[in-house]
């Protein structure tokens, strides 16, 4: 079993509507959980990061995390042409020292 | 000002060269990391540095030697490059190593290609 998963999509969804990625991870001790945005060629940058059980608002992106079974995801709301990317899912695992990424997500948002 | 600078941005070179890529971050950070993705963009950690002091070492070929003079900086030297070595490499730097809460701030990565 991975230590993070994530469908590898693509995931294609029309421009306005929800997108909804997710990710499942292996290690119960995990304490923080990040999504990032990796355009082709580019770098990741860092868009969500949450801790607690529940969900977490920052403008169209939404994070929802459930420990008790392991799994978070991210909402994108009103989704534009400009949210095509991959996105990665990471966990900070191995004691806490390290974020372990899952294969990404890519997303398509279509005209 | 770039927070996390690499270089070289591309890296063409044939096999059994030995090359470097460096890495430098002006946030004060006192935790650095070299990652790799490869072609289905799978990102592995391989080593990370805590002020100077290796804390990362995974199961990476001896091959490869991290050297970090001073906690701003992340080099990386690759021995007797393999066609397999092939990848996008990616440095990052977080403030805290014991319990990651901010996430990375990344580098815009080396594309190494050997031929």
């Known amino acids: 079993q991975k230590e993070v998963e994530q469908n590898s999509g693509p995931l294609s969804v029309p421009e306005g509507a929800i997108a909804s990625l997710n990710c499942t991870y292996s290690?119960?001790?995990?304490?923080?959980f990040f999504w990032y945005r990796q355009y082709s060629g580019k770098s990741p940058e860092l868009i969500m990061f949450?801790?607690?059980?529940g969900d977490k608002e920052d403008g169209r992106f939404t994070a929802q995390l459930n420990k008790a079974s392991q799994y978070v995801s991210l909402l994108i709301r009103d989704s534009q042409p400009s949210d095509s990317a991959t996105y990665l899912c990471?966990?900070?695992?191995?004691?806490?020292?390290?974020?372990?990424f899952g294969t990404g997500t890519q997303l398509k948002v279509e005209l | 000002d770039t927070a996390v600078s690499q270089t070289p941005k591309y890296l063409v070179t044939q096999m059994g060269n030995d090359k470097s890529i460096k890495c430098e971050q002006n946030?004060?950070?006192?935790?650095m990391y070299w990652y790799k993705q490869d072609s289905k963009k799978f990102l592995k950690i391989m080593f990370s540095?805590?002020?100077?002091?290796?804390?990362i070492n995974e199961t990476v070929p001896n091959r490869f030697s991290p050297k970090s003079p001073d906690k701003a900086h992340l080099n990386l030297h690759i021995n007797s490059l393999e066609l397999g070595d092939s990848a996008v490499y990616f440095c990052?730097?977080?403030?805290?190593?014991?319990?990651?809460?901010?996430?990375?701030?990344f580098g815009s990565g080396t594309r190494l290609t050997v031929v």
């Open positions: 990052a730097s977080s403030q805290d190593p014991g319990q990651i809460t901010y996430g990375y701030t």
């Open positions: 290690d119960r001790g995990s304490q923080s």
């Open positions: 949450i801790y607690s059980n």
């Open positions: 990471a966990v900070n695992s191995g004691g806490g020292n390290k974020l372990t």
């Open positions: 946030l004060g950070h006192d935790t």
């Open positions: 540095y805590n002020n100077k002091e290796l804390i």
